[in-house]
């Protein structure tokens, strides 16, 4: 069972990645947007972990809704809404028990990922997060480590496809040859969920 610590753990190692990455993750924006991903996760994550500090949460459910809501209102841009929606759907799936499975994980972070494609509107090969987040989910049935591995071969996946959504999609087929960012950024959230599963 994974108790509040457990996903304690996993936004502490989220925001220390996308602290890592956010040069990284600006530059992949860069030649397909705006070149602010890195910059809006890091503002994001870093009053995420501000808002976990001042007013923990006392549940799984609570904490994933308090860094839902925290990325909306901090993160803007494309992003923040998504990313916002997928954590605070996953957060209310979750209720207000004390300790979750694996498998209610998995199954919150589908109800998660599905509110996603519903917001977005975007179909798998669009070229957005959701290449990184449906195989990454669909793989939490194996473990978090494959989960970790399957968002991000679906991140690399990304390259050749011609984006249909968000602004990468304003270039067409110039938006073929470079890896989506917000991908890359799935990808790197389940990364810090397998880390702090210790896997
Ligand atoms: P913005 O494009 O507003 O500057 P970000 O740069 O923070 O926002 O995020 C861009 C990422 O958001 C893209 O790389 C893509 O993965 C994701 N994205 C954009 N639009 C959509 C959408 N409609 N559905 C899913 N993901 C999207
Ligand atoms: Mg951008
Ligand atoms: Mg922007």
Sequence with gaps: MRDTQFFRRWMAAAADVVRR???RLTELDSPIGDADHGSNLLRGFTAVESALASEPPAT???LLQLTGRTLISTVGGAS???YGTLFRR???ELGEAAEVSDEQLRAALQVGVDAVAQLGGAAPGDKTMLDALLPGVAALATSYRAAADAAEQGALATVPMQARKGRASYLGERSIGHQD???TSSALL???LADAAGE
């Design 21 to 23: 990455e956010a040069a």
């Design 60 to 62: 799984p459910g609570a």
């Design 80 to 82: 923040g809404p998504l």
């Design 90 to 92: 996953a957060g209310k």
């Design 181 to 183: 960012p917000g991908a």
């Design 190 to 192: 389940l990364g810090a």
